[in-house]
């Protein structure tokens, strides 16, 4: 017997998974309102130098009579120079700007256009000017939180379950989301944004894994999309947070505050009875079982469901020393499925984060760039849904990332001028990276074993936060080399297209737990591959 008969017999598709999937709805809405808040909370406004004499005007001044007379705010200079010797007055537009002594830095300050925003990290600390690349610094040490949560989490829930990983992210994550909204200086508000990935990423490891080992077969791909659509909506939701609070502390709290509702909510959803069976913890499977059976008004016999049933379907006990991540690479079989993976998800998100960080490069309102990004983001995964159901993981997974790629290039020849045809290739290759970011979920949490999933996953992640690190480097070489980055965020997909083909087809495929048996089908592919292209539909309805 099989985990999936377990799973039918106390009901796969009933009360119970439909509440799970609920309950992880919600803290999904935040997740990007976290990976991209500062879109809008580390927006640069215009500035220009703060005069130091008393009693001078403190607001902004950028219409004021001086503008007419030569100060051009837009002007570098005016923002980060002024005339030595002459506190408040700006190197005039016909000022030798070059020679010694006739300009000096800002000494005493800025004043900031507080029309759009009343508050940024920006304007409360002045990164502008020499600071202004510390904005970037702590968007990147997030993604470096992302990355080690990543490499910590991963291992973590595969040693001590996905119900304990889960509550523990979503702790970490309002504690020090609600930190950083408090932090008196730029170096503590680092710190607590850091230590916030390293939740978020626990929970974006924990959320789709223990979704995926309570649903049936069927209803993996619908339940991965739907937690995608809930992310991708989340977008949205943010664009609407950041244009009602303008204050970037409020705006944090309002990120922030609901993981506290969400930690005590988690706690109903018992832990992967997949994991305990796994683990050899079959006393607490059958209790959860049991559970889930009253939940979804299933009936079991005396029989059905007892401790030898459960024995016999965990296996024999586990090796020491297992669930490392070299255990994803010391088989032939594991180490294809994690190069290959590997490879999808750094140009995935490489590519996504370096268009999704860049909002500003439209010349359009940031928060309906925000808004159109995540309703392109909606339509693309719903096409995707749909494509996974009849064409496969494989191809869909494939063909998302070279059409994604061949869009990004298809903009390099296009004149500067023709902003809407750059744009409408902008917005395409961003949706197939969407819909490749949905398919790379799925596919990964199905093509690894249950002994080492969160490990694998964890692992791909970590390659995905770098990815997201590296993706601000590749911005700033535009400066530049104005064509480079759509070079390599085109490139870099197609590359990765090509290696997804050579991944296993997982549509309508069990979920495996252990190594030895993606082994094992590896080498049954190898043998029989003429026998199962005829007999695919077969063995699909009666595999076990």
């Not at 377990?6 to 999937?21: D, I, R, T, W, Y």
């Not at 991209?36 to 130091?52: G, I, K, T, W, Y």
């Not at 979503?170 to 930190?179: E, I, N, R, W």
């Not at 990423?201 to 937690?227: D, H, M, Q």
Request: charged letters at 15%; one cysteine or more.
């Amino acid at each position: 017997m099989a985990f999936g008969d377990l799973l039918e017999k106390v009901g796969s598709a009933g009360p119970f998974q439909l509440l799970c999937v609920l309950l992880l709805t919600a803290p999904a809405l935040l997740i990007a309102s976290h990976n991209l808040v500062q879109n809008f909370s580390a927006a640069s406004p215009e500035h220009q130098c703060r005069p130091p004499l008393p009693g001078a005007n403190a607001s902004w001044v950028g219409n004021t009579t001086a503008a007419h007379e030569g100060i051009f705010l837009a002007l570098h200079s005016a923002r980060c120079w002024r005339l030595a010797g002459t506190p408040g007055q700006h190197p005039r537009l016909n000022s030798s700007l070059g020679r010694a002594g006739e300009t000096e830095p800002c000494q005493d300050g800025w004043y900031y256009d507080h029309s759009t925003f009343s508050s940024t990290i920006v304007t409360e600390w002045d990164l502008v000017c020499d600071l202004g690349p510390l904005p970037a610094l702590a968007q990147t040490l997030f993604m470096a939180g992302v990355l080690l949560g990543a490499l910590l989490f991963g291992i973590f829930s595969d040693r001590f379950g996905r119900q304990v990983a889960l509550l523990g992210s979503l702790l970490l994550v309002a504690v020090m989301g609600t930190g950083a909204a408090f932090s008196s200086n730029f170096l503590t508000y680092c710190a607590f944004r850091l230590l916030s990935g390293v939740g978020l990423s626990g929970f974006l490891l924990n959320y789709i894994c223990l979704s995926l080992e309570w649903v049936p077969t069927k209803s993996r791909a619908l339940v991965v999309t739907w937690l995608s659509y809930c992310s991708t909506a989340g977008q949205v939701v943010l664009a609407g947070l950041a244009y009602g609070i303008r204050d970037w502390r409020w705006l944090q709290l309002a990120i922030s505050t609901p993981f506290f509702v969400f930690f005590l909510c988690i706690w109903w959803i018992p832990e992967s009875a997949r994991w305990l069976l796994v683990n050899h913890r079959p006393a607490m499977a059958l209790s959860t079982l049991q559970r889930v059976a009253r939940i979804n008004g299933k009936q079991l016999g005396r029989n059905s469901l007892s401790l030898e049933v459960l024995e016999r379907v965990g296996g024999s006990p586990p090796k020491k020393g297992t669930c490392s991540c070299l255990d994803l690479f010391r088989t032939p079989a594991m180490r294809r499925i994690t190069c290959c993976l590997m490879s999808v998800s750094f140009s995935t998100n490489l590519a996504y984060f370096g268009l999704s960080m860049d909002l500003q490069a439209f010349g359009l309102d940031i928060f309906l760039v925000q808004t159109f990004f995540g309703a392109i983001d909606i339509l693309a995964k719903m096409a995707c849904a749909l494509a996974l159901s009849y064409f496969g993981r494989r191809a869909v997974q494939a063909s998302s990332l070279i059409l994604a790629g061949t869009f990004l290039l298809g903009n390099i020849p296009v004149p500067r001028e023709m902003l809407m045809v750059r744009l409408t290739l902008v917005v395409l290759g961003k949706g197939c990276l969407a819909a490749s970011s949905v398919c790379s979920y799925l596919y990964g949490g199905e093509l690894f074993p249950t002994a080492v999933r969160q490990t694998g996953t964890g692992f791909t992640t970590v390659v995905a936060r770098l990815a997201g690190m590296v993706a601000p480097v590749v911005l700033v070489a535009e400066q530049q080399f104005p064509f480079l980055p759509l070079v390599i965020f085109g490139v870099a997909p197609i590359v990765s297209g090509v290696a997804a083909c050579f991944l296993p087809e997982m549509h309508n495929v069990p979920l495996l737990d252990s190594i030895e048996e993606v082994e094992a089908r590896a080498r049954r592919k190898g043998e029989e591959a003429p026998v199962e292209e005829n007999m695919d539909h077969i063995v699909h309805s009666t595999r076990i």
